[in-house]
């Protein structure tokens, strides 16, 4: 952590040089000195270190300097940073101003010019002042924060990806600058700045405005391009099945990339207990399981990339992959592991507030928002009924929106239980949401129950909707075979009347999860007839690198 700061001002240059130079002899080595020739500009210095989360522990300003004088400067920096020690440096007539201020203005010490010897006049009072200040002080925090408003969909979509990459941050609310003296000043100090939200502060001083998850995560240091132009394995998605191709692909010896468009975890990333996979008998959170398998796949030397796929095409033995910004890279097998994403709810009002009180998925980061909140969970399936089971730890009330009957039918029976079992939660049946209300954020659903044909309207302040997936694989089109919804087909599936897929020329068939183009494998949910689940995923990714083995021991 940096060294905190000791400031000194002072108009007089000689002054200043002696006080800087007395300051830094005796703690030098545990603080920061600095100085500032004009009350103005310290209070500007002042305000950017408060930007950076720098810490100061003193404030050490001449009475006498023109426009400002000591104690208006202190009070104003006292605003700045309220723990800082302040102390005055006045001349013997001012002896009697520095001790009313003392008394009116909340100030610490006054010392006498000269300090000489500063070892009898100096130290002894300021180590006095230092350590009193160590003994309160609670250090400023000093990683990322984000600084934006509750209801943004680009502040949402920025802390939902760093949450999700495991980046650390704190999260300030412009909204409650009225209220809140700290964000009040933060906004301050930003100047015109303060209206480029979502922005992002870094501990090194520097800030991002307007921003967006793809320059954040240059910035934070997430690779965004591959490091070289070949790879032995390159793999789409980094979901379960995608890290558990990549861990056991890296583990013997190939040299892999994995290309990760969110972040690394996928679906089960979103999920906020998954209680059946084996080897967990308490569960473990998607989160947990991700940020595992990702410290594995790293430590096995997988390149990981934030970038989307955008195209492959073959060229003889090569794969290439084309990423969404331009730029290409070549391998001799790819994988894709692009799961399934959301299908969206048709209804009025909900595109336009997405990000803004609707969520598709899981939205963990939005939980602890919904505190004292009315929640509405639309789907009936074990997504929607984790999500519930999380949401109620925080908000006041959680309903879940079924279509059907009850949850029987679509959901594990000890989800059903840990529901029936949780107060906060109630299952509205037979409902489907027909419209979403508010300007700026959801403020009401209305919400059609299908038995009656009635619709009603009710305070909502999220809905979070899980109503089933598709894989989005357009981009593979006209190179890897897709069935009618888009799932991709591998191995027996290619067989039509008992004839291998058009095209394919190798005497072999194609291996169990192998696509119609050698070399290029398909795992996970984004399969044709796959299991939906984070085992079978897990075990799909790792089966294949034995298939890539031999695909490889006779790729020319
Ligand atoms: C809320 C929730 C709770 C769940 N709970 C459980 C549970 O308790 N137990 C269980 O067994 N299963 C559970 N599941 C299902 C399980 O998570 C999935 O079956 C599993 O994650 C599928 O893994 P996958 O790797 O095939 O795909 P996914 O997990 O979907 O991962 C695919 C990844 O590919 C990325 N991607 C997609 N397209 C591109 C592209 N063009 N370029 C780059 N990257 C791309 C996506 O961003 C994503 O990260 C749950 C799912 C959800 C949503």
């Not at 905190?4 to 000195?33: F, H, K, T």
């Not at 004009?38 to 930007?51: F, H, I, W």
């Amino acid at each position: 952590m940096a060294k905190p700061i000791l400031l000194s001002v002072d108009d007089d240059a000689d002054v200043l040089r002696a006080i800087e130079r007395d300051l830094r002899s005796q703690y030098g080595a545990d603080y920061r000195v600095l100085g500032s020739s004009s009350p103005e500009g310290a209070l500007d210095l002042l305000k950017q270190l408060n930007l950076r989360s720098d810490n100061v522990a003193l404030l050490l300003a001449d009475q006498r300097m023109p426009r400002i004088d000591g104690v208006h400067f202190l009070q104003e920096a006292m605003r700045i940073y309220p723990d800082a020690k302040r102390a005055l440096l006045t001349a013997y007539a001012d002896t009697t101003a520095a001790i009313g201020a003392i008394n009116q203005a909340s100030i610490h010490y006054f010392f006498m010019k000269p300090w000489d010897p500063p070892a009898e006049h100096l130290y002894p009072q300021l180590d006095d002042l230092l350590e009193d200040w160590q003994a309160s002080h609670h250090p400023a925090y000093s990683g990322i924060r984000v600084l934006g408003t509750r209801w943004s969909p680009r502040s949402y979509e920025l802390r939902d990806f760093l949450a999700r990459n495991h980046v650390p941050y704190q999260w300030i609310d412009a909204e409650i600058s009225a209220t809140d003296a700290e964000t009040k000043l933060l906004l301050e100090s930003l100047g015109p700045d303060a209206t480029s939200l979502p922005i992002v502060l870094f501990p090194d001083g520097t800030k991002l405005l307007e921003t967006t998850p793809a320059q954040v995560a240059d910035k934070v240091g997430l690779r965004t391009r591959a490091q070289t132009s070949f790879y032995d394995l390159a793999i789409i998605g980094g979901g379960p099945a995608g890290l558990a191709a990549a861990v056991y692909g890296a583990s013997e010896g190939l040299h892999t990339v994995m290309v990760e468009r969110e972040a690394p975890g996928g679906q089960a990333g979103m999920s906020s207990r998954i209680e059946n996979y084996l080897g967990f008998p308490a569960g473990l959170s998607g989160g947990d399981l991700a940020r595992r398998a990702v410290v594995q796949a790293q430590r096995f030397g997988v390149e990981i990339i934030a970038a989307e796929a955008s195209g492959i095409r073959t060229e003889g033995p090569y794969r290439i992959l084309k990423l969404a910004d331009g730029s290409e890279f070549s391998c001799h097998a790819l994988m894709i592991a692009t799961g399934v994403q959301w299908r969206r709810l048709d209804a009025p009002g909900i595109d336009r507030l997405q990000g803004a009180g609707v969520y598709y998925g899981g939205g963990t980061t939005e939980a602890i928002s919904c505190a004292g909140e009315n929640v509405y969970v639309v789907g009936g399936a074990n997504s929607a009924g984790q999500a519930a089971m999380n949401f109620a730890k925080y908000a006041e009330k959680v309903v879940i929106l079924v279509r059907g009957s009850s949850l029987s039918s679509t959901m594990s029976q000890y989800l059903i239980d840990q529901i029936k079992e949780t107060p906060k939660i109630s299952v509205w049946a037979h409902a489907s949401v027909s419209e979403v209300h508010g300007e700026t954020h959801i403020e009401e659903i209305s919400v059609l129950c299908t038995d009656t044909g009635k619709i009603e309207r009710v305070p909502a302040s999220a809905v979070f909707i899980f109503i089933g997936a598709l894989p989005q694989t357009d981009w593979l089109a006209g190179v890897v075979e897709r069935d009618e919804r888009g799932f991709l087909l591998t191995g027996p599936d290619l067989f039509a009347d008992g004839q291998r897929p058009k095209g394919w020329t190798l005497e072999r068939d194609p291996y169990l999860l192998e696509t119609n183009v050698p070399g290029i494998f398909a795992v996970g949910d984004v399969r044709h007839g796959s299991v939906k689940r984070v085992a079978s995923g897990v075990g799909e990714g790792s089966v294949a690198v034995q298939f890539i083995h031999q695909y490889l021991s006779k790729v020319q």
